[in-house]
């Protein structure tokens, strides 16, 4: 536990020392869940956005994309049952006068006693050594069991008390376990009450003309408002999907762990319209895509888990996470949902409007259901970033600290290093920087030593470095750094676009999602 925090804190010094993410209106002490991107983080940001987009609008000829709006017709968020549904259960503190989320306190909990069990786990193996086999550990030791049945009757009492809208037992619940305040450590709990996540505000220039409507907390209800319009202006047949990616807003209680939950923060969504009955497949055919995409970025394995929910939203026939692990655990990622025709029909019901598509092969209107992929893009950049944050011993005793991001999804690609100010080295390498900008983003650096340029640029994720040094001027050849091997080799300076090209190029990396 102490590590992952550790490891944590390190992620959120280096997001900002090294200019990746900044907390909003810093200079007025922030505002709480809100940050900014900063100069290299917004690059990193649209890497991910165009590699999500590449591999969902570019490589399937059945998606289209949209860019909607952010403020929509009030009534999209009745008919979406977000007005009514669209809740956290709150409590709050009399002593402290702060409020939690009731799940969450309930939830962090149960991770305190997950902790146990990996204590358990690092005991044992320690204990065993080589022969230690962990699965059979875990479906074997009686104290692990006692606490993963815990966990389970845990959570199994809070789903159940939360779809039934039992209040009254989730806060029974939290007295039960004695839990406190983590600040304070007071037991002294208000009732839990449900608190609608949406930020509300007005359209129109005076008080009695207004009109109330929503920052939207989700960008699939652009998409469906859009369903019809679409269909028709592309001529899409089914099965075909919409793609979009842009902010979302959510009031969101629980303002911690840095981008990972926001209050204002980016989705990238894609709604797949399907004949009512193929649902199943289609889940599980996104289901699968969608890993293959993660996985194609080579960030491991071991480091993906799908979670089928039991409790299930409001819209949906099934849904499961992609949860990732994150510093402080397996958390979700991304959300695959099979959300029926609930939302096209509500949207029927609601604008009086038919939002049905002709099928030529059934000779019928129908509405079509829905396979929803939604993946946070705050948190995809947090799952790429502290993954790649590495700390390493390097033979000479000394550490370097490496940011070892997917070269795709890199911020610059290639640094450009004359090895001194002077004799004609930086003219060099400014010709080549002149060349180079056309296809990739390119740093130029001439300050400090070359070893402490490369550590910059090390820092913040840069594949390639190359130096010119005076052989240059010979043989127009330079060197060419590897980031993660640090391995050095001697090239011609027309040979870099290519060798560069090959190990960054989408097509490079998306190719992978088809393996
Ligand atoms: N349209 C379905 C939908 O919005 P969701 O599970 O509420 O489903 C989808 O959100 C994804 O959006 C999540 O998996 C997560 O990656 C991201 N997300 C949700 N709330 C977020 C928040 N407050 N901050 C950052 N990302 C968030």
């Not at 030791?141 to 993963?148: D, E, I, K, T």
Request: include cysteine; charge should be negative.
């Amino acid at each position: 536990m102490a590590v992952q925090e550790d490891q944590f804190k390190k992620v959120l010094s280096h997001a900002k020392e090294y200019g990746f993410v900044f907390q909003s209106s810093e200079i007025y002490d922030g505002l709480s869940a809100v940050y900014d991107y900063a100069q290299h983080g917004v690059e990193l940001k649209k890497n991910i956005r165009d590699y999500w987009w590449k591999a969902m609008v570019q490589l399937h000829e059945n998606i289209v994309g949209v860019d909607a709006a952010i403020l929509m017709h009030p009534t999209t968020w009745k008919a979406s049952g977000h007005v009514d549904a669209f809740n956290d259960p709150l409590i709050d503190n009399k002593d402290s006068k702060k409020r939690y989320r009731a799940d969450v306190l309930v939830e962090d909990y149960c991770a305190k006693i997950e902790g146990k069990i990996n204590k358990e786990v690092t005991k044992a193996a320690k204990r065993f050594g080589d022969s230690f086999d962990k699965d059979q550990f875990m479906a074997t030791n009686p104290r692990v069991l006692g606490y993963q049945d815990k966990i389970k009757s845990i959570l199994g009492r809070l789903a159940k008390s939360l779809e039934n809208e039992d209040l009254a037992d989730v806060k029974a619940l939290i007295e039960e376990l004695g839990i406190a305040d983590p600040m304070t450590g007071s037991k002294n709990w208000t009732e839990v009450k449900q608190f609608n996540l949406m930020f509300g505000t007005q359209i129109g220039a005076s008080a009695e003309n207004s009109t109330q409507v929503y920052l939207r907390p989700e960008t699939a209800q652009g998409i469906f408002v859009n369903f019809l319009n679409v269909q028709k202006t592309g001529r899409m047949k089914i099965p075909f999907g919409i793609a979009q990616t842009g902010k979302a807003f959510r009031n969101e209680i629980v303002a911690r762990q840095f981008i990972f939950r926001m209050r204002e923060f980016e989705q990238m969504e894609m709604q797949f319209f399907i004949k009512p009955g193929t649902q199943k497949e289609w889940y599980e055919h996104w289901k699968k895509t969608r890993l293959a995409w993660h996985l194609s970025l080579g960030m491991g394995e071991e480091n993906y888990r799908f979670h089928d929910h039991e409790k299930l939203a409001h819209y949906a026939d099934a849904a499961a996470d992609i949860e990732f692990q994150f510093p402080f655990g397996f958390k979700e990622l991304e959300g695959i949902h099979s959300r029926t025709d609930f939302d096209l029909s509500q949207h029927e019901q609601f604008s009086g409007k038919k939002l049905q598509y002709f099928d030529p092969q059934e000779n019928k209107s129908y509405v079509p259901y829905v396979v929803e992929t939604s993946i946070g893009l705050d948190r995809m950049f947090l799952a790429v970033f502290s993954n790649s944050l590495i700390e390493e011993q390097l033979e000479n005793g000394s550490t370097r600290t490496v940011l070892k991001l997917p070269p795709v999804l890199a911020p610059y690609k290639v640094a450009i290093l004359p090895l001194v100010k002077k004799d004609g080295l930086p003219e060099i390498a400014k010709e080549i920087v002149a060349d180079l900008k056309w296809d990739f983003n390119t740093f130029y650096d001439e300050k400090d030593a070359v070893g402490k340029r490369y550590r910059r640029q090390d820092a913040i994720g840069t594949p390639f470095c190359v130096t010119v040094d005076h052989q240059t001027l010979e043989d127009q050849t330079v060197t060419l750094r590897h980031r993660d091997s640090m391995d050095q080799e001697r090239i011609a300076i027309s040979d870099l676009r290519q060798i560069i090209g090959n190990l960054v190029s989408m097509r490079m990396w998306l190719k992978k999602c088809e393996s």
